[in-house]
T-cell receptor
Framework: GENVEQHPSTLSVQEGDSAVIKCTYSDSASNYFPWYKQELGKRPQLIIDIRSNVGEKKDQRIAVTLNKTAKHFSLHITETQPEDSAVYFCAASLGYGGSQGNLIFGKGTKLSVKP | NAGVTQTPKFQVLKTGQSMTLQCAQDMNHEYMSWYRQDPGMGLRLIHYSVGAGITDQGEVPNGYNVSRSTTEDFPLRLLSAAPSQTSVYFC?????????????FGPGTRLTVL
């Protein structure tokens, strides 16, 4: 089955710097890659996602890149702010419909943004 | 819309007790799932359902049962609680008929088994 590895497990940056979190996956058939942000004591919330037919997607300060050949994808946060501090999870799935939508998660990255 | 709701928010059980964690969604989503979250382990899929009357096992199903009698509800049952089941449990749902299969999570239930 699918296995998702996420690095680093913790990341500390200064406010205004960029942060990069990387994930690798094992199943070449996976074609949907969401990223979730979880604040302390809260539920995971989707912040951005990408499909396998797209190499990069951007939403304001957040971007995700995908390299299908190497089976890895990354989250990029620019101009970090203290409110970006949270745990970030990557995930992978086969995509649409039924059990193909099952998400396999990485173990998370705790991002701390120091003011 | 309330989205995905879960009850209770907190629960303490003794070893061997049984209980049901409730999950409901009002978005008419076909797909529902249960995850457990443990420190350093991420979110692991326990059981999922692709529609009323259909359930299947995820990565870590042992010790848990589910049923899906309606589209809205997807309860998770612990038949005989064990300390290893101490965790935070999240329910999630998505409209599997759509592209991207975005999953929306409930607020979670924090369970402690003594």
């Amino acid at each position: 089955g699918e296995n998702v590895e996420q690095h680093p497990s913790t990341l500390s940056v200064q406010e205004g710097d960029s942060a990069v979190i990387k994930c690798t996956y094992s199943d070449s058939a996976s074609n949907y890659f969401p990223w979730y942000k979880q604040e302390l004591g809260k539920r995971p919330q989707l912040i951005i996602d990408i499909r396998s037919n797209v190499g990069e997607k951007k939403d304001q300060r957040i971007a995700v890149t995908l390299n299908k050949t190497a089976k890895h994808f990354s989250l990029h946060i620019t101009e970090t702010q203290p409110e970006d501090s949270a745990v970030y999870f990557c995930a992978a799935s086969l995509g649409y419909g039924g059990s193909q939508g099952n998400l396999i998660f990485g173990k998370g990255t705790k991002l701390s943004v120091k003011p | 819309n309330a989205g995905v709701t879960q009850t209770p928010k907190f629960q303490v059980l003794k070893t061997g007790q049984s209980m049901t964690l409730q999950c409901a969604q009002d978005m008419n989503h076909e797909y529902m799932s249960w995850y457990r979250q443990d420190p350093g382990m991420g979110l692991r899929l326990i059981h999922y359902s692709v529609g009323a009357g259909i359930t299947d096992q995820g990565e870590v199903p042992n010790g848990y049962n589910v049923s899906r009698s309606t589209t809205e509800d997807f309860p998770l049952r612990l038949l005989s609680a064990a300390p290893s089941q101490t965790s935070v449990y999240f329910c999630a749902s998505s409209n599997s008929g759509r592209a991207l299969h975005t999953q929306y999570f409930g607020p979670g239930t924090r369970l402690t088994v003594l």
